[in-house]
C-alpha cells in the first residue's frame, strides 16, 4: 500500500504532460463545478505541503482485489474484459457470520481509496458497538482500481473510458459485496452501505437500487438534488455567501467589492505584476482570472470544509476584518487568504486548479453524466457574475473530450424530481445527512422524506462532517447527529434481526 | 404497420438461412427453456395456418418512434449511436393532462409488438373505467425495434448484438415515458406498468428501479424467481405434469409410459419411418428426439395456455382417453395430437422449432442473462430426465453466439434470493398474477410480501390469462382475479392523488 502514494505523485506530472490540452480545459470546466470531496484534498499538494505523508494502515487492514467486469450492462465480447478492483477490510471487530453481525461498507468515491479510509472516521468509531465487519470498495478509475492500470492509459482510450460512471460504479459495488458474503459465508449479515459527498449519493441509490444487497444507506452530504432544474443553479454559491456574511458582514462586503478592484489594478500598466507582488504569488499571474479563481476556490473550500474546531470561514474573515488599519481592500483579502493558509513564502495560485487524479476523474464524470448546473447570476452572491449556461459546458466537454454530456441521465436513472412524492411509499433506511453551511446541502435531501428515509442535519456543519473522525473537541450538536444516526441505524438492524426471526419461523412453521 | 408481418416472413426464410449453423444450436438451447409468450404464438405457424392474418390496429392506436440511446451504461463515442423505438399511443380514453389522468403502459417483451397489442386486453378493457392514456412499447431487438433494422443484421454484428438486454430495455422505456410525459405536458400523470411473462419480469423490475417514473406494476406470469437456485429446477415440468395428472390419471400414465416406447420403435429397423407414418410427420422424422421434443413442447404449450374456454390439457388428454379402443400407447398418444391441433393432413414436427423473431431473440437472451435453469430429473415428471446442467448450457451458449451468459446476473441487479425479507419494508405498488396451472408460476411469487406488494393468483389460471382480453365466457375467478387487480391499481391512484394534493398543499402553506 505504501507504494500508492509514491507512485501517484511519480505519475502526475506525466499525466500533465499527456494531457496538457486536455486538461487544461478540463480543470477549467471543473473550476466551475466545487469539488465534491469529503475533505479538501487540494490542500495537500501546496507548496509548503511538498513532505506529503503517505497514509499507512495498521495491520487491521487487508488489502484484495476483485476480478471485476468492465461493463455490467453489455455482452459483447469486449464487455467481458475484466480489471482489478480494489477493496480493503477490516476483520478486528467482526462479531461473525453465526452472529449475523453487520457488515459497514464504505462505498469509496472520486479519489484513491487509501486517502480515505483514515478519514472515515464512522466505520471505525462505530465498529465495536456494532460488532461490524469493515468493507472499503474503491471506486472504479481512481486509486488502485483503474482499467489499463493507469488513469493516463484510461482515459486516452475513448472506449475504456466510456465505463467510466455511476451504474457501473454501483453494480461494481453489488459484485463485490454479494462476493465478499459468499467468501465469509455471512450471507444473513445485514450491509449498511456509507458515502460521503459523491459518494453519498452512491450510498443513496445503492440502497434504491440494490436493496437486496444493502439494508440501509448513510449518505452524507449527497447533494442528490442538484440536477436538472432541482435545485436552484446559485444554491451553492448563495450558500457560501450566506458562511461568509454570518460570519461577519464586513468581510462579506469586502469580498463583494474586492472583484472589480482586482479588475481595476489588473486594467493598470503592470497591473498583473502589482497583483502577484500584492498576493505574493509564487509564479508571476497570468491573468486577473488566475488570481480571482483562486480566491474563488479558497472561499468555496472555506464554507465547504467549515468545520470545528478553526471554522475556515471565520479565519478569513477574521484575516479580513483584523487586517492592519488603512488596509485597502485587496490587503484586506490578502490578509484574509494569509489567516486561511498560513504564513507561507509565497502563496500558490494554482494550487486548486492542478490536476490530481481526482480531478482528472470527476472532469470527466462532470462531462459525462454528473452534470450539476451551479452557477451564479449579478448581484445575487458575493461573487461576480458566472451562471451555468448548459450549451457552453456542453460544447466545452465536447472540445474537451469529444462526447457530450448527457445533463438528463441522472434524473432518469435515479430521479430526484417531486423526490417526496416518489419516494415517501416507496423505498426505506436512508439518512441523507447535512450541515447547512455547507454550500452542497442546497442540493441535498433536507426533509423526512418518509417514517425511514430521514432527514438528519445540523445547522452548524459542514461537507461530510458527521462521518470523519470523532473529536473530543466536537461540539455537541455533531456528537448528537453522529449519536443520533448510530441509533437510526441500529433500529434498521434490529428489525432486520426481528424480520429474519419471523420469516424463518413462519418456515419452518 | 400492415407491412410489418410481411417484412417479417419475407426475412425469416432468410434468416434461417443466414444463421443456419447457430440457430439450429439456439433453437436447441431453446427448446430446453419453454417459450415465455403471453400467447401460444407458435401455433400461428402451423403448415395449415399459412394464410397468417396481419394484426391491423384500429385508428384509434397511433405508431410513433423514438431516436432512442443503444447504450445507456456508457460514455464511449459508439455508445451515443441511436436507432429507432417503436411505440404506440391510443388517446381515445384518456381524461388529459389537466385532470392528470393515468398512463397504462404496456412493456413489450420478447416479440414484434404489434402482435400483442390487440390481445392485451387488461389495457383496452379498463382504459374507460381510468380514463387511462395507453401507451405500448416496443422492446428492443424485436418488431420494429431493431438496430441495424434487421434482426440478422443486429444479430450477426457481435457489438451491436450486445447492448441486447434488459436492462437496456428498462432504460429504454423510461426515456421514451419521461419523453411522452414531457411532450404531452403530463407530469403529474401517474404511470401504471403492465407486462406479462418475460414482460411481467420487466414491468416488476421496472417499478423496482425506476419508481421516479411508475408508480406501480402489474406484472402478469412473470417468473422472477426462476433464476440461480431459488426455484427448483424442475418446477416448469412437475407443473406441466401436476396439470395433466389433475386433467387425467390415465391421460398422465399413458404418456409417461411413451417415451419409452417411443424409443423401442425407433430403434427398430425402419423405426423412424413406422413413427414417421403412425404420427402423420409432413417430413420424414430424422431422429426420434425430433418428436419427443416435439411432444415435449406440446404438451408444455398445453399446459402453459391452458386457458377456457377449451382448456388444452383437457383436449389433449381427450384424445388420449378417448381414442379407438385397442389403441396401443402411441396410438393415444397420437390422438391427443389429433385433438389438440384439430384433424390435419400432416402434422408439422418442427412447429416449435422454427425460427420465429421470438426464438431468435429469446435463445440471446438466455444464452446472455437470462439463465434460468428449468429441467427435471428422472422420475419427478412425466417426462425422460432432461436436467439443467449449467457447465453444459455456456458451453452450448459458447458454441453459439460466442460468449458465456452470466448467470448470476438478474439476482446481481434484480434481486430474487429472500424477496421477502429484502421487499417487505421497501418498494410499494407491485401485483404479481399468476395462474397455478401455468408452469412458470412456480418462479413467480404466490405470496403477499408486504400489503403493497401483493399475489393474485388463481388455481385454475394459465400464462398470463388475466391481461387478456375479457370474454363473456370467462370463468367467475377469472373475473374475480381481474376485479381484484382493477381495484387495487385504483387504489394506488386515489392515494397517489391524495398524497400529491397534500404536497401542494403542504408548499403552498
Redesign the interface.
Known amino acids: 500500500m505504501d507504494s500508492l502514494y509514491s507512485l501517484l505523485y511519480q505519475w502526475l506530472p506525466l499525466l500533465l504532460l499527456f494531457f496538457s490540452t486536455s486538461i487544461s480545459s478540463a480543470t477549467n470546466l471543473h473550476n466551475k463545478i466545487p469539488i465534491l470531496s469529503p475533505l479538501r484534498r487540494t490542500n495537500l499538494l501546496g507548496p509548503d505541503d511538498d513532505t506529503l505523508s503517505t497514509p499507512s494502515l495498521s495491520e487491521d487492514f487487508k488489502t484484495y482485489f476483485y476480478e471485476q ?1 468492465l ?10 474484459t475484466k480489471f482489478k478492483q480494489s477493496y480493503v477490510i477490516n476483520y478486528k471487530y467482526w462479531g461473525g457470520a453465526s452472529s449475523n453481525s453487520p457488515i459497514f461498507v464504505y462505498l469509496g468515491a472520486e479519489a484513491p481509496l487509501v486517502g480515505d479510509i483514515p478519514i472515515i472516521g464512522f466505520l471505525t468509531d462505530n465498529a465495536p458497538r456494532f460488532k461490524a465487519l469493515l468493507v472499503y470498495i474503491e471506486h472504479r478509475f481512481y486509486g488502485n482500481s483503474i482499467p489499463l492500470g493507469t488513469m493516463e492509459k484510461a482515459m486516452e482510450n ?8 455511476s ?2 460504479a454501483l ?1 461494481d459495488y ?2 463485490v459485496l ?1 462476493y465478499v458474503k459468499d467468501k465469509l459465508s455471512a450471507h444473513n449479515s445485514p450491509v449498511i452501505v456509507v458515502g460521503a459527498s459523491y459518494g453519498g449519493m452512491l450510498a443513496s441509490w445503492f440502497r ?6 444493502a439494508l440501509g444507506a448513510l449518505a452524507s452530504s449527497a447533494p442528490i438534488l442538484y440536477f436538472d432544474d432541482i435545485t436552484p443553479q446559485n444554491g451553492y454559491y448563495s450558500r457560501v455567501t450566506k458562511d461568509f456574511k454570518e460570519a461577519s458582514e464586513h468581510c462579506y462586503r469586502t469580498i463583494r467589492k474586492s472583484w472589480s478592484e482586482i479588475d481595476k489594478v489588473a486594467s493598470k500598466p503592470n497591473g498583473l505584476s502589482i497583483l502577484s507582488q500584492k498576493f505574493k504569488t509564487c509564479s508571476h499571474l497570468n491573468s486577473s482570472s488566475e488570481l480571482k479563481d483562486y480566491l474563488d476556490s479558497m472561499y468555496s473550500a472555506a464554507a465547504q470544509y467549515n468545520q470545528p474546531p478553526d471554522y475556515p470561514v471565520t479565519q478569513v474573515c477574521s484575516g479580513i476584518d483584523k487586517a492592519d488599519k488603512g488596509s485597502d481592500i485587496l490587503g484586506r483579502i490578502f490578509a484574509g487568504v494569509i489567516s486561511y493558509n498560513g504564513n507561507r513564502s509565497c502563496y500558490d495560485t494554482l494550487v486548486y486548479s492542478r490536476p490530481t487524479e481526482t480531478m482528472v476523474g470527476w472532469s470527466w464524470q462532470t462531462c ?2 454528473m452534470v450539476m448546473p451551479i452557477g451564479r447570476g449579478s448581484n445575487d452572491t458575493m461573487f461576480p457574475a458566472s451562471p451555468f449556461i448548459l450549451e457552453d459546458f456542453i460544447k466545452s466537454c465536447k472540445s474537451t473530450f ?3 454530456p ?1 445533463p ?2 441522472i ?19 436512508i439518512i441523507f445527512s447535512n450541515g447547512l453551511r455547507d454550500p452542497y446541502s442546497s442540493g441535498g435531501v433536507l426533509e423526512n422524506l418518509s417514517s ?1 428515509l430521514l432527514a438528519v442535519y445540523t445547522v452548524k456543519g459542514s461537507h461530510c462532517l458527521d462521518i470523519l473522525p470523532a473529536q473530543k473537541s466536537d461540539p455537541w450538536w455533531l456528537v448528537a447527529q453522529r449519536k443520533n444516526e448510530v441509533e437510526i441505524i441500529e433500529g434498521w438492524i434490529k ?1 432486520y434481526y426481528a ?2 426471526l419471523a ?1 424463518r419461523n413462519e418456515k419452518d412453521a
Open positions: 467486469t461493463d455490467h450492462f453489455n455482452y459483447n465480447p469486449q464487455s467481458y475513448e472506449t475504456i473510458r466510456g465505463y467510466f460512471n451504474a457501473q453494480a453489488a459484485e454479494l434504491l437500487k440494490y436493496p437486496h444487497v459525462s453524466e469529444g462526447v457530450s448527457r438528463h441521465w434524473t432518469t436513472y435515479y430521479g430526484g424530481h417531486d423526490i417526496k412524492l416518489v419516494l415517501q411509499r416507496f423505498a426505506s433506511n425511514n428489525e424480520d429474519l420469516i
